[in-house]
């Protein structure tokens, strides 16, 4: 059993490819002492796929998350580097000049709570990032959006990757689900052979 579910091909990340069980009987050459613990193999596989597959599922909760997240920091630095560049292109007096260069614009506090705020482009230069595990950095604006992009691009790749694991557990789940399922029947049916040929021993007996 150990050999049947031995992974000859994997994905690559690791994870190994189901077998297909064609004919159970190729498999069980003693149903009455491997049948249960063939069985208890299939299953083990089939939870350990589904741990995978609520794994990468978080994977991909959280990476649709992070994206536009990194998209909207992405945007609002942009915003601000494309307002500094219309201030020093402009003709205006300075009243003019520091009124256009001011954003007002609504921020978190929490979860519920929102308030404004107003930014003097001129004068401002960098931004904080959060790097997680309750870190958070000072970046000039170049280096944040370099940042940011090389973050954008890490973290498509890894839905791409979760993508992918998660349609190949799909489809190993399935296999080890049909595997299971047939192995569950074909027992079914053997047991119920082997009671109706009991039965036809016992009343050829009873007969004679």
Known sequence: MEALLKPSKTNPRGIPEAPFIEKVENILKNPEADFDRTMKAFQDRLQQYKYMELSKKQQLGNLKVKIPDIEKNLEVISHIKERKAEGKDEDADE?????????????????????????????????????????????????????????????????????????????????????????????????????????KTKNLKISN
């Open 95 to 199: 009243l003019e000049e520091e009124e256009e260069n001011v954003i007002e614009t609504n921020y978190e506090v929490n979860d519920t709570l929102y308030t404004r705020a107003k930014i003097n482009v001129d004068t401002l230069n960098s931004v904080y990032l959060w790097l997680g595990a309750e870190v958070m950095l000072e970046y000039p604006l170049d280096e944040a959006v370099h940042l940011l992009e090389e973050r954008l691009k890490n973290n498509k790749e890894s839905l791409k990757i979760v993508k992918e694991d998660l349609e190949f557990l799909k489809e190993n789940i399935t296999t080890m689900e049909v595997n299971t399922a047939r192995l569950y029947n074909w027992d079914v049916e053997r047991r119920k052979n082997l009671r109706l040929a009991e039965e």
